[in-house]
């Protein structure tokens, strides 16, 4: 079996932090527009750059740019400033769909990625773009017989990218999955005039919706009112089958998602990936991923169209399905590195012995733990509520920045 | 007279506004984003204040359209 790449989404430095934490191989990131997440109020900057490639080299994670919006005459000088500006900053590659974003990587020396909107389904696509990429993603539409035979045809017919490697394969092993081919959609355009192919894509496929015939009035019986809305890809269960398939890289979606979802998913992938490679990949520990991968957001799970359904299977709410929520307690006041010890100020609920928290912080990451003991206001209590200051000895540091969680059930709808 | 805002920093350079009020909107090509001509800026607000009430039609097409609904006009 050949190595598997990890990659994980990072929408802020929150989520950044958690992929290296979990143990991401490469994490993608968008710099405010241009990307399919233009929309989302957390996006990284121009600025970032240089500190994203940083702490991501010193843990020797690779580092992609997504450009790969639908490109207009005007945005061609913003394209060509972010690629020179990410290519001086280190960043490892940029994940392109539009032609002249592939062109003006490849005249600045960068390696380019093909993002899963150009859509390949097939070994002389991918040829095609050989002559501009290293590494492609095929379309989410193909099944796992269909992306083996591609990987085949790429090691036999020894198609090489610009590196003179053979062209990697990546798909997506985890995430939301929409109703548009390969994530080109119109619906939001049409309805609200806003595109989900520049990144301002307004959800309208996780609504209900019921179909009546416009002549007669008749309402169509359906078992979902949500139609349009599939379930979350997830790929853990059948991982071996992933990797038997000849892929080099398996893609975490997520950039919207909270950093605990980013810690979470990326852990489980990482120790099902690692357990592929030592032979101890089992049902059991299946299991125990699938568990906790539900504790965070989800829409339910099913296998994509990689093992050949016929039929998307569609999930039966708006939101999330996640086991577990989490509840803002308190932000982070002072650490004592020789106790290491953290101050926390408690700003809303309680917070007991027993519970599990969580911190969250752009240095800090996602990190959680079970408090098995607490000081407050400076005296041995088992509660600290609104108002009071809490110390916990921690296994981590924690800053000023930082957010106190307490993890909570969370009753699932169904 | 007739008042329009725009929230530069948070556009997404979807064009919209520059196809609906070409004379008021216009595309950067430094930084991709929508230019509010002869605005001043305050605190990244760009506002325009006209005495012309014939922009206005245009001006709140612009405004309606925008996905990110960084555009505000209003008449007084």
Not at chain 1, 69 to 84: E, M, P
Not at chain 1, 203 to 225: A, H, P, S, W
Not at chain 1, 300 to 326: D, I, M, V
Not at chain 2, 17 to 44: I, R, T, W, Y
Request: charged share 25%; aromatic share 8%; proline share 2%.
């Amino acid at each position: 079996m050949q190595k598997i790449e990890l990659m994980a989404p990072a929408g802020n430095f929150e989520s950044l932090q958690a992929a290296l934490d979990n143990g991401a191989d490469s994490i993608y990131f968008g710099v405010e527009q241009l990307n399919m997440r233009a929309r989302a109020s957390i996006n990284f900057t121009l600025e970032d750059l240089s500190e994203i490639a940083k702490r991501c080299q010193a843990k020797n994670v690779r580092t992609y740019l997504t450009l790969n919006t639908i490109i207009y005459d005007h945005d061609l000088s913003i394209v060509k400033t972010l690629i020179k500006k990410a290519k001086d900053a280190n960043i490892t590659a940029v994940i392109a769909m539009d032609q002249a974003v592939i062109m003006a990587a490849r005249e600045a020396g960068m390696e380019v990625h093909i993002s899963t909107q150009i859509n390949i389904t097939n070994i002389e696509t991918v040829k095609f773009y050989a002559m501009f990429a290293d590494t492609m993603v095929l379309s989410r539409e193909l099944s796992l017989r269909q992306v083996k035979k591609i990987t085949e045809q790429i090691e036999k017919e020894q198609v090489k990218g610009p590196s003179g490697k053979l062209v990697e394969i990546e798909i997506f092993g985890h995430g939301a999955l929409c109703m548009a081919v390969s994530g080109k959609c119109y619906l939001s355009l049409h309805s609200q005039n806003s595109s989900a192919n520049r990144g301002a894509c307004k959800q309208n496929c996780r609504k209900k919706y019921t179909v009546i015939d416009q002549e007669t009035g008749f309402e169509m019986e359906l078992d979902n009112e949500y139609i349009m809305s599939p379930k979350d890809l997830c790929t853990i269960d059948f991982l071996d089958e992933v990797a038997d398939a000849g892929i080099k890289v398996l893609k975490i979606e997520g950039r919207g998602r909270a950093p605990e979802y980013v810690a979470k998913v990326i852990k489980c992938y990482r120790e099902a990936i690692n357990s592929l490679e030592n032979g101890t990949y089992s049902k059991d520990e299946v299991i125990t991923w699938m568990q906790t991968l539900e504790t965070v957001y989800n829409r339910g799970f099913w296998s994509g169209y990689y093992l050949g359904q016929k039929l998307g299977e569609w999930s039966k709410g708006s939101g999330s399905h996640a086991t577990q929520k989490k509840v803002y307690i308190g932000k982070g006041v002072h650490f004592f590195p020789k106790a290491k010890v953290g101050e926390f100020k408690i700003e809303a609920y309680n917070i007991n012995v027993g519970d599990t928290v969580l911190v969250t912080g752009p240095t800090t990451g996602a990190k959680e733990l079970v408090v098995e003991a607490m000081m407050v206001n400076d005296e041995k209590n088992n509660q600290g509520v609104k108002g009071d200051s809490v110390t916990l000895k921690l296994p981590f540091r924690i800053r000023q920045s930082d957010k106190l969680y307490k993890i909570v059930e969370h009753k699932v709808e169904t | 007279m007739v008042i329009i805002t725009l929230q530069r920093k948070k556009c997404i350079g979807c064009n919209y506004c520059v196809e609906l009020a070409p004379n008021q909107f216009q595309m950067s090509k430094k930084d991709g984003k929508s230019v509010l001509l002869h605005s001043k800026e305050k605190k990244g607000f760009f506002t325009l204040k006209s005495n012309d009430a014939l922009i206005f039609d245009d001006c709140d097409n612009a405004a309606k359209a925008c996905p990110v609904k960084i555009i505000s006009v209003k008449q007084t």
